[in-house]
Every structure is written in structure tokens, then in C-alpha cells.
């Protein structure tokens, strides 16, 4: 199967050939790179090219540079403008696990009648401690995937539609809601992968700004017409974690927070 990687850039050029190295070292070869560039005016760019002649795969990626009005913007434009039958998104400041990742997605998405392929990820975090974070049951919908080590066929999005562009933070979410209503037989469609697939920083947007996404999750929940009991109490128990996680790091107890998401990310 062809697969697709896109990663949106913005001034990436201090993380960016990490991650074009964790491509182009695939063991699976039948890919292309799509990158979405917000006119960067460092030397993103030039890494990315460079790299890739270096390696002699100037072939393999497609850049579009141009203002877009956001990260879901910028996904939307890869994935239109993507050749391959499955889609995957890889972060600027993110890298595949090891080489085996794309070999993993296709051996998982070649089975009959699995359109997903969803794994661990490795999330790098100087501040609260380093984990691997299996997907978290979802207490709306029942299924959990985490978004930067998910591989969807294109056939997918056209049935779901592409990302919300009102959304900033937490265009993932607002995804696997309308992913799991478009598709009630989700479990059965899907090929879990038990090992991580992308190392992932600490710091994106959507993690600095929890309270935001927080909000955008809720329009979400209202907007697909899935607020109710069950739903409220979760997002107020999503709440009153992130102001409790807050307030422990201000009185300097890390070490109890760096416990408590261990836990929480434990493999259920």
C-alpha cells in the first residue's frame, strides 16, 4: 500500500530533519512526504530539501509552502493533495519510533476490511517524566486512539470528513467523535499495533493550552449532538484534572503529577 506522511511546518528547523530522517529510514519504501509549510523564515526549508537529496529520495516529497490559517488547515491541504491510499500525520517536532513503523502500518491495514491503524506512542516529557501512552478507552464513545500514531485509508475521510478549521487544539478529538458516529463497527475496522509508533514531545499547542481545548472539545460534544450526563461529567472531571494538575505543579509536587499520568497511561 502507498502511504502518505504529512507534517505541517512553521520555523521547525530545530526539530525538523529528525523527523525527515525517521522517514526516509523507513524499511518500508512505498511512501511519499507531504509537507505543509506555514512560510517559514528559517531554515526549515532548506533542511528538508537537503535532506532529502542527500539521501537521493528528492522524489519522495511534495512541499507546499504557503499561509495557511491553521494546524487543521494545514492537515486538510495534505491530505487533498495526498497520492497514497493511507494517511498519516507526523508532527514537525515528532519522529517515528524506528524504521519498522511503515512496514507495521502496511502488514496491520492490508488485512481485509481494516481501514485504521492506530498504536503506542513514546511521549518525551524533561518535566513530568517520560512514558508510553497506549490508546485511553474513550468514556464517550467506548474506542481510544491517540491521533499522532494513527494511520486512517483515505477512503476514511471522505466518509467522515476532513478537520474542523474553527478548531485549534483539539481538531483530533473532534475527529474521533465524528469517525466513531460514522462508523459503528470501529473496533472491527481497526488494527491495534501494542508498540509505540511515534516519539512525541511535550509542548504542542494543544498541551499548553489545555483550558482552550478544553472548550473546543465541548463545542465538539454540542456540535455533534453527543452532549449529555455521561458526557457533562466527563468534561468536568477533564476539568478539575488540569486545574488540579495546575495547581500541584505550582506548589512544586511534579513528582505526584509525574505518578498520577504514569498511571493514567498505563496499559488497560
Known amino acids: 500500500m502507498f502511504i502518505s506522511i504529512i507534517t505541517p511546518t512553521f520555523n521547525s528547523g530545530s526539530s525538523i530533519e529528525k523527523t525527515v530522517r525517521s522517514v526516509i529510514t523507513q524499511s518500508y519504501g512505498k511512501f511519499e512526504h507531504i509537507i505543509i509549510d506555514n512560510l517559514s523564515i528559517d531554515n526549515t526549508l532548506e533542511l528538508i530539501r537537503n535532506t532529502y537529496k542527500n539521501a537521493g529520495l528528492e ?9 495557511d490559517s491553521g494546524i487543521s488547515d ?20 515528532d519522529v517515528f519510533y524506528d524504521e519498522s513503523i511503515l512496514s507495521k502500518i502496511n502488514s496491520a491495514l492490508i488485512q481485509p476490511g481494516k481501514l ?34 494513527m494511520f486512517v485509508n483515505k477512503e476514511v475521510y471522505k466518509k467522515t470528513g476532513l478537520y474542523n478549521t474553527d478548531m485549534h487544539y483539539a481538531m483530533d478529538i473532534d475527529f474521533f467523535f465524528r469517525l466513531q458516529k460514522e462508523y459503528r463497527n470501529i473496533e472491527e475496522i481497526s488494527a491495534y499495533i501494542n508498540y509505540p509508533l511515534v516519539k512525541m514531545k511535550a509542548g504542542g499547542a494543544s498541551w499548553k493550552n489545555e483550558g482552550k481545548a478544553l472548550k473546543e472539545i465541548k463545542y465538539s460534544l454540542l456540535r455533534n449532538n453527543l452532549w449529555n450526563l455521561n458526557s457533562g461529567i466527563y468534561y468536568f472531571i477533564r476539568i ?17 503529577v509525574s505518578v498520577w499520568r504514569n498511571i493514567k497511561w498505563r496499559e488497560s
Request: glycine share 12%; aromatic share 8%.
Open 116 to 149: 485504521i491503524a492506530h498504536g503506542n506512542i513514546y511521549f518525551e516529557d524533561n518535566v513530568f517524566g517520560s512514558n508510553i501512552r497506549f490508546p485511553l478507552r474513550d468514556r464517550i464513545l467506548g474506542v481510544g486512539f491517540n491521533h499522532p500514531g
Open 59 to 67: 522524489n519522495r516529497v511534495k512541499i507546499i509552502s504557503e499561509k
Open 74 to 93: 494545514a492537515f486538510n491541504k495534505g491530505i487533498s493533495n495526498s497520492l497514497g491510499e493511507i494517511i498519516g500525520i507526523l508532527n514537525s517536532d
Open 240 to 256: 478539575g484534572r488540569t486545574r488540579i494538575k495546575s495547581l500541584l505543579t505550582k506548589l512544586g509536587l511534579r513528582n505526584i
